[in-house]
DNA sequence: TTCAAATGTGAGGCGTTGCTCACGTACCTA
DNA sequence: TAGGTACGTGAGCAACGCCTCACATTTGAA
């Protein structure tokens, strides 16, 4: 019962070559459409192919956002091993805020769709579950960091302000999307400015 | 060319009150299941009619949301005339933001759909423009007062203080919605936080 | 009471979307 | 060169959602 369908995996050049254009196209038109409006066939379309080949290597659309997800995760960690190494002893919250805004936003500049996944929430199913990882990604090092520099500071609290971070970046970083590049910039001035003196007085009120 | 269907507009008690229940079958089902998944036929369904009888009175589905979105207006209007009309000489903007989450939580509390209107976003057609209303609603009148109080700070860097206040606002009024209460609270708690240091440090600093 | 207007109904048209399947082509090994 | 496996294709199926329409019922003014 329910057993779903398995599927082929790539095994000759040709066919990965058309499963990496698979996810580059649905990872553009999550940029230009969104997932609400991502249909298979305009996958197939863009990627220059027919709908079958999407599903010779993809049990349903769902798996093919979902890999696309687990690629911008590999990205993403990438980026944050830089940024998350560093003392807040010597430097601030405030300066880590800023250089997580800034990563981001360049991340999401130079990786079609990656805004869309990041900001988007909602799709169901394993892409969601990928998504709530990617969203985890984040959380885990930067809470860990907080740890260990603010021990006084409870779990609970700790958690809440990543709830805190998490969500108004999301927000915020989605917003500014839309708009024109300067209003983009002042946007996350703003986002680092209220999440610096969130953080600051959550934080190093308390600095042990 | 693309005339819309004008529609019959209810002038017995009967139609009247028929147009009411789904209405409200509209507004419980939009919190429910939210916007994406709302669909006529649960619309009638809920509302104990048939799907005719929606489209006796309505062009299309968005129509029906926008008018309930317009009722919500309604309300809204009426809880931020209480709450709007302080003098920020004497009290400072924490305590308007206080006011401002805690009373939007009251609302959202006690009028379903509320909260997926607020929160929600992204319908399209006439909703989405009442929805836009809506969030003009607190907007304007916040911006003004702030303006008289304020004078100093420019019209720009008002204009994306609220900014920052509504898209905030509304996601963490949104994930809080899917906590426990005591949860809920503790969000509540960290948004007026946060929003109170950001606007404390745009406004009040330059207090004239 | 009469009848036109208002209202109520729900089967089904129509368009969309995810996905299958039967068939055809490319590749690879022997 | 043969034949098995991997891969490619796209017409079309099934499910679903919005909305129409032909017909039935109720209302209220004359």
Redesign the pocket.
Known sequence: MARK?RR????????QQ?VATILDAAAELLEEVGYR?????AIASRAG?????I??FFP???AVVAEVVRGFRGQLDRLLEEILTVDLARSSVTGLVEALVDNLEELAAATPGFGSIFTGGKFGGSAEEEALELEKDIIEPLSDLLAEAYPDVSDEQRRLAMLMVTETTKVLMSRAAQEDRETQQEIRQELKLMLGLYLSTRFEAKKG
């Open positions: 369908t082929r995996r790539p095994r000759q050049k040709r066919s058309r409006a991502l249909t298979t066939n192919t027919s709908i079958g080949s599903y010779q349903n659309k769902n």
